[in-house]
């Protein structure tokens, strides 16, 4: 149960960013995450997509029951993505935007390990 919940709140969180990264224009966004001034656009919209995908994988493989491994492959690939963020903001020198990763990086590791390891499909 506390895997469903944690895979619901990430893919939530993540379907969100993603849809305003991938959807926003740089202009808009650069107001409130000063960190996006440093990428393009395609980068962001990139990041964006990757987000999206990653909201999607972490949900619906396994509600549906079709190709369930995608699920902790898409709790990976996000805690990656946080680890990389994680070192972007401790580069720019960013607590606050550091403190949001780290619990998203969390997460994303408990779904990856426990869909993979005692609590897979």
Do not use: C, N
Request: no cysteine; proline share 6%.
């Amino acid at each position: 149960m506390l895997l469903w919940i944690a895979q619901a709140v990430l893919a939530a969180g993540f379907a969100m960013s993603g849809a305003v990264k991938a959807g926003r224009p740089k202009d808009r966004l650069t107001g409130s995450h000063p960190w996006m001034r440093d990428f393009s656009r395609t980068a962001l919209r990139l990041i964006g997509v990757l987000e999206l995908l990653g909201a999607i994988g972490l949900v619906v493989p396994a509600a549906v029951g079709v190709a369930p491994v995608l699920t902790p492959v898409a709790g990976t690939g996000l805690a990656i993505m946080m680890a990389l963020a994680a070192a972007m903001h401790i580069r720019r020198k960013e607590p606050a935007g550091l403190r949001v990763t780290a619990v998203l990086f969390v997460l994303a590791a408990l779904v990856a390990w426990g869909r993979f390891g005692p609590y897979g499909w």
